[in-house]
């Protein structure tokens, strides 16, 4: 089992960068995928990126392509989003979360463990 906590939301203009980060609890963090999730008000959770157990496959949705980045750091059994040129339309709720199997799933379905999220605010 692994416990994750979102840490790095905030409220940030249009065009600028925020990097969140999720720390996972247990000695097991580098057998999971990793992927983050978003949801904004009204709407449904979405994928937006997943990262691979070693870190060497990564797969972003195309709606964050070429401006979010994720990464990991097994030694410190974190998982970060870095994001860039944000929009208003990535304000939403943004949740880490992991699982066995496969960094191509972008369902939320079979992620089985889930932080609380932390709040991105983009101001036009």
């Not at 089992?1 to 996972?24: D, H, I, K, P, T």
């Not at 799933?105 to 992620?111: A, I, K, Q, R, T």
Request: charge should be positive.
């Amino acid at each position: 089992q692994v416990q994750l906590v979102e840490s790095g939301g905030g409220l940030v203009q249009a065009g600028g960068s925020l990097r969140l980060s999720c720390a996972a609890s247990g000695r097991t963090f580098s057998s999971y995928t990793m992927g983050w999730f978003r949801q904004a008000p009204g709407k449904e959770r979405e994928f937006v990126a997943s990262i691979s157990r070693g870190g060497g496959n990564t797969y972003c949705a195309d709606s964050v392509k070429g401006r979010f980045t994720i990464s990991r750091d097994n030694a410190k059994n974190t998982v970060y989003l870095q994001m860039n040129s944000l929009k208003p339309e990535d304000t939403a709720l943004y949740y880490c979360a992991a699982r066995s199997g496969s960094w191509l799933e972008v369902s939320s379905g079979p992620y089985a463990y889930w932080g609380q999220g932390t709040q991105v605010t983009v101001s036009s």
